[in-house]
Each structure stands twice: as structure tokens, then as C-alpha cells.
């Protein structure tokens, strides 16, 4: 695409370099020919021509995504397009007939322009424009005409999303990494332990072992997650459309989760309106969104607090709300919850013992099912999730 | 005749953009340092150094020799005397970013004070001012100057804040004493920069109008020189 989209700009800058010389020799010679009648109307479609040839290329130009900046051997600016005003915060107007020089304020991509004039080589490399997030692949090749060096032509391929992508990802290694690390680390320290002599010690070993559990039972739920998630992620999970009766569905999460209900006097309440509460979605993916927040709404809760959960649907859409009376969420960092890995503070999943991908998860399900999820929160007062899926997913 | 002045004074323009990059890229580099905690970008920042010292005495020479030979007038004068200030004006920015790194370097060995937000926003308002007074400078605009010098007000607003802020960390523990007052440093040198932008903005103001604009000056005195 982008090799494309060189050759285009390459063949457009050229063109537009040769019938700019062309306009000129014409212009030249119609100075010279002034006066002389006959020529006139020969030299007028000549000019016409070559102004539409023009004409021409500028359009093609101007409609590329890409930045195009020709310039001759002087250093001078014969072509900017649009898109290279914009990623320089420019305009257009006061590009042309400048020194290149002038115009960039990065030492890095003068340096690279001027080396191309001077070797009248191609060359290649990434910047990033000073100020600004953006991120350039700059392309810059010599343009010659009947074997004369008319200058050089750069194209700048915006390339900012991908290095944020380059960035999450080796962000996303990073992070799997050490929390696969973690709980690995532990359990080969008490298996030493246990091998060094431990195992003997009757008081202690069965402390040992269930540690070494609790650490395996941790990793497996990672991997599980994990899974999941990429299985969602790359959308080779498939959905099915079935009726979910959500009020059934919470009951047999609450079930699960019933131990740490009780050890944290937690009070549920729902309200769902209509009832039977039933729609049609994806039942295991339905269990899976309402698993992981009636998790959260545990863990993050406080001591004899509130969970409620509420639905309720029109022709449209089906509204879930999932509330609790926990330590909140800070404003700064309701919007990156959904986050694989994001932390709110340090030491608060270590406490909970979350893989810190759930709620990554619980958004990948209900953007599947066309959906949305997102979170408010006061600091000490709890948070609630509001989710919404269009009828019918 | 005529044409070859002019070819001096575009290659001299050129010069000084170069090193304006340059002096730029170092600003950023001092605060990438600072912000990220990378120690290495110290070492770039000092590297830098030496291409700027060795620029600004080039370009010195340069103009020295051309209002020597050319004896220029008018409008070409005020360009050539505010080329020369220019120049002194982005070797004081580049000197400030080394402050900025070696203060830096200092804060590394510690652990951070505070999550550091105004000193970055003052940075990225500095470099902002810079890379629009060289704009001015290039496209001669009076207008995008004058708004440079009234961004200074910003930052020595920030500047205050930042004092004030730091202040009661000190206030509250004697072992912040130090880095806060590293921080209150760097926050001056920021300041300093945003002064120098101020100064290539007035500039530019004298090359395009003819009038100075310094220290308020063009309130009291009469029309424009010529």
C-alpha cells in the first residue's frame, strides 16, 4: 500500500516538476514569439495543455493521504501538498517558493533532505515532528528529467499509530511477563524450601503447599484469561444468538462467588424490569461480563457493602448497570479501567489477586455483541458499570 | 553585486535555523532526560553543546565580516544586528538545556519527589514559544512574534506556581529540600528559555517594523525608524 503510494507520488512529483518546466519553456518561448500571429493559436493549446497536464497532477497531489514535498537542487520548495502542511501545522500557501530549511523546524529531517540533494540518492528513515505526537516515515528519492537532476521528491508516510501499536504491544510482553513471574517465582521458592528439608516440618508444610496452590490456581486463571481474551480479541470466538435469562444468570454467579460474599458481608440487590428479564445474546459471554463484574464489585468493595445489579431494556437496547460502594475509581483513570493490565494503583490488584484482564475482557465481549461499557465513579462513594447491547445481538 | 549580499544573508539565515534546531532538539532531550529518567540523553544534550558554541562563533564571524564589507543599511542592518542577537540568544537556550541535564542528572540518583506535570507543560509551552519565534523569524511575521512575548506571561505564571508548590514540600520535610530545589532550578531555566523566545521575538519585531519593542520601550518613543 504504502510502496503504492511512493511510486504514485514519485511519478506525480515528476510530472508535476516536468510540466511545471514544460509551462515554463512554453511561457518562454511565447515571450519570444510575441507579435508573431500565426504561432498564436498553436502556442494557446499548447499552453492549455500543459496547464491541465498540471492541473492534473496537483489534483492527484492534493487528494493523497500522504505528504509530498518536492524540492529542487537550491533547496527550494517546488511542490508541498496539503498533507504536508497539515503534518507540519502549516499551510499550504506558506510552503511553496520557501528554502526547505525554513520550513522544518527538525535538524534531523534538513539534515536528511540535504544529504539526498547532495548524493542525489534515495534515501529513508523515521521522524518525528518536534512538538507533536506524530511519527514520519520519510522517503526521499532524486528526480531526474532527460538526465538532468531536477531535485528530490519526499514522501511522509504518517506512521504514529503503528508506533503507538509497537508501543502497547512490547508494553503488553512486559506486563505478561511479570505477571507470569510473580506467582512462578513464589512457587519455585517454597518448592526449594520444601525440598531443602521443609517437607518434614509437619507444621508448616501444608502452609507451604497451599501457598504453592494459591500460586498455581493464580497462573492458571492468568493463562485462562489470556486465552480468552486473545480468542476474543482475534475473532475466532464465535457468538451464538440465544434467549439469556439474566436474572437466573446472576443467580448462579452469585452462587459461585457466595464464600467471598459472606467472608465480606456484602449485601446484592437487583432490579430488573420487565421480568422475566430475557434477551437474546451470547449466554457464555453474557456468564463471562457478569462474572467479571460482580468479581469486581466484591474486591473492590468495602466491608458490609452494597452490590447492586439492574436492567432493564426498550425496543433498542438492553441496559445493564452493575454498582458498588467501594473505593471508587479516580477520574484520571476511569477511562483506561478497560486496559489490559492497567492498574489504578500498584498495590490494589496485588491485594485482590485479579489477573488485571478482566475488565479488558468484559469490553472486548460487549463491543462483539455491538455493545458499550463504561464506568463512572466517585473516590469512597463505589463505581458503577453502565452496559448497553442493541436487542437482538 | 547586490545578488551575492543576498546569497551571504540566506546562507547566514540558514546557519542560524540550523543551530535553532539543534538548540531545540537539545530542550527536549534536558526535559526527556528529567521526565523519562534517562541519563543518556544527558550525554546527548552535552554532545549538542559543542555543535551550537561552535555555530554561534561561526555566524559571529559571519556577520562581523559582512557589516564590515558590505556596510549595509536599513532594513538589511536591523536584520544582520538582530541575527547577531538571535545567535546569542539560542546559545544562552542551548547552555540552559545542559543546566537542565547536569540538575537533572542530580535527580536521577534520587527518587522522584513528585509526579512532575507543570515542569513538562512548561517545557512543551518554551519549546512552543521557540519554534513559533523562529517561524516569526523566518516568515518575517510580526504578528505570530508579538504573541510569543505575550506567552511569556504564561510561563512566568507557571514558573510562580511551581515555586509556591515546591515550597511546601520543603516546608513539610527537610529531606525534600534538595530536589525541590533542583526542581526549582530547572523550572527557573525553563523560564529562562521562554525569556530568550521573548528576545528573538522582539527581534523580529525590530527587523519587520523597525521599532523596538524591549522593555516596553515602543510605548514611549515615536514613530517607527526607517
Known amino acids: 500500500m504504502t510502496a503504492l503510494a511512493a511510486v504514485l507520488a514519485l511519478a506525480a512529483a515528476a510530472a508535476s516538476i516536468v510540466s511545471f518546466l514544460l509551462l515554463r519553456r512554453v511561457r518562454a518561448l511565447e515571450r519570444s514569439l510575441a507579435g508573431d500571429r500565426g504561432a498564436d493559436e498553436a502556442l494557446g493549446s499548447q499552453i492549455q495543455a500543459a496547464e491541465e497536464a498540471r492541473n492534473r497532477t496537483f489534483a492527484i497531489l492534493e487528494s493523497m493521504a500522504e505528504g509530498v514535498l518536492v524540492v529542487d537542487p537550491e533547496h527550494r520548495v517546488l511542490v508541498a501538498n496539503s498533507a504536508l502542511a497539515r503534518a507540519i501545522g502549516s499551510e499550504k500557501a506558506r510552503l511553496e517558493g520557501r528554502y526547505s530549511w525554513e520550513i522544518f523546524r527538525d535538524a534531523d529531517i534538513n539534515e536528511m533532505i540535504d544529504d539526498a540533494l547532495k548524493r542525489r540518492r534515495a534515501l529513508e528513515g523515521e521522524h518525528s515532528i518536534p512538538l507533536s505526537e506524530l511519527v514520519f516515515h520519510i522517503r526521499v528519492s532524486p528526480v531526474f528529467g532527460a538526465g538532468e537532476f531536477l531535485g528530490i521528491v519526499a514522501v511522509f508516510f504518517d506512521v504514529t499509530k503503528l508506533k503507538q501499536l509497537e508501543k502497547a504491544r512490547s508494553e503488553f510482553v512486559a506486563n505478561v511477563s511479570h505477571e507470569l513471574k510473580t506467582p512462578l517465582t513464589s512457587i519455585m521458592g517454597f518448592v526449594e524450601t520444601l525440598k531443602e528439608g521443609a517437607i518434614d516440618d509437619a507444621a508448616n508444610r501444608m502452609r507451604f503447599l497451599g501457598i504453592i496452590e494459591d500460586h498455581s490456581k493464580k497462573l492458571h486463571r492468568l493463562i485462562e484469561d489470556l486465552l480468552s481474551l486473545s480468542r476474543v480479541e482475534s475473532g475466532a470466538r464465535e457468538f451464538k444468538s440465544e434467549p439469556v435469562d439474566l436474572e437466573a444468570l446472576l443467580r448462579q454467579t452469585l452462587l459461585s462467588f457466595e464464600r467471598a460474599i459472606e467472608a465480606r458481608r456484602l449485601k446484592v440487590e437487583s432490579r430488573f424490569s420487565p421480568r422475566p428479564f430475557v434477551f437474546r445474546a451470547d449466554a457464555k459471554a453474557m456468564e463471562e461480563i457478569l462474572s467479571n463484574l460482580v468479581d469486581n464489585a466484591i474486591k473492590y468493595n468495602r466491608e458490609g457493602g452494597r452490590i447492586e445489579v439492574a436492567g432493564s431494556m426498550d425496543a433498542a437496547a438492553v441496559r445493564i448497570e452493575v454498582r458498588d460502594t467501594g473505593i471508587g475509581i479516580p477520574e484520571a483513570d476511569l477511562s483506561r479501567v478497560f486496559e489490559r493490565f492497567y492498574r489504578v494503583e500498584k498495590s490494589r490488584s496485588k491485594e485482590s489477586g485479579g489477573s488485571g484482564l478482566g475488565l479488558s475482557i468484559v469490553k472486548h465481549l460487549v463491543e462483539r455483541h455491538g455493545g458499550t461499557i463504561r464506568a463512572e465513579s466517585r473516590e469512597n462513594e463505589g463505581t458503577v458499570f453502565h452496559l448497553s447491547l442493541p436487542r437482538g445481538s | ?226
Not at chain 2, 94 to 115: F, G, H, R, V, W
Open chain 2, 1 to 226: 553585486m547586490e545578488r551575492h549580499f543576498d546569497e551571504e544573508l540566506k546562507d547566514l539565515k540558514q546557519r542560524l535555523l540550523r543551530m535553532a534546531d539543534v538548540a531545540q532538539e537539545m530542550i527536549g532531550l534536558a526535559v526527556r532526560c528529567l521526565v523519562e529518567r534517562e541519563p543518556a540523553r544527558a550525554e546527548d544534550v552535552f554532545r549538542l553543546e559543542e555543535t551550537v558554541n561552535r555555530s554561534e562563533v561561526e555566524i559571529e564571524d559571519s556577520v562581523l565580516k559582512l557589516l564590515a564589507l558590505r556596510q549595509p543599511i536599513a532594513r538589511d542592518l536591523r536584520l544582520l544586528t538582530a541575527i547577531l542577537k538571535i545567535n546569542n540568544d539560542l546559545e544562552r537556550v542551548a547552555d540552559q538545556a545542559c543546566n537542565i541535564s547536569e540538575t537533572a542528572l542530580y535527580l536521577l540518583k534520587e527518587p522522584p519527589l513528585k509526579p512532575l506535570i507543570d515542569i513538562p507543560h512548561m517545557a512543551g509551552l518554551a519549546q512552543k514559544m521557540i519554534k513559533n519565534s523562529l517561524e516569526a523569524f523566518v516568515n518575517q511575521d510580526a504578528a505570530l512574534a508579538k504573541e510569543v512575548c505575550l506567552d511569556d506571561d504564561a510561563v512566568d505564571r507557571i514558573n510562580d506556581q511551581v515555586f509556591r508548590e515546591l515550597l511546601t514540600y520543603m516546608m513539610q520535610d527537610p529531606k525534600a529540600v534538595q530536589r525541590a530545589v533542583d526542581l526549582i532550578l530547572i523550572s527557573r531555566n525553563l523560564e529562562r528559555i521562554a525569556d530568550h523566545a521573548t528576545n528573538i521575538s522582539e527581534d523580529v519585531i525590530f527587523i519587520v517594523q523597525g521599532k523596538n519593542v524591549k522593555h516596553h520601550l515602543d510605548e514611549e518613543t515615536g514613530p517607527p525608524a526607517h
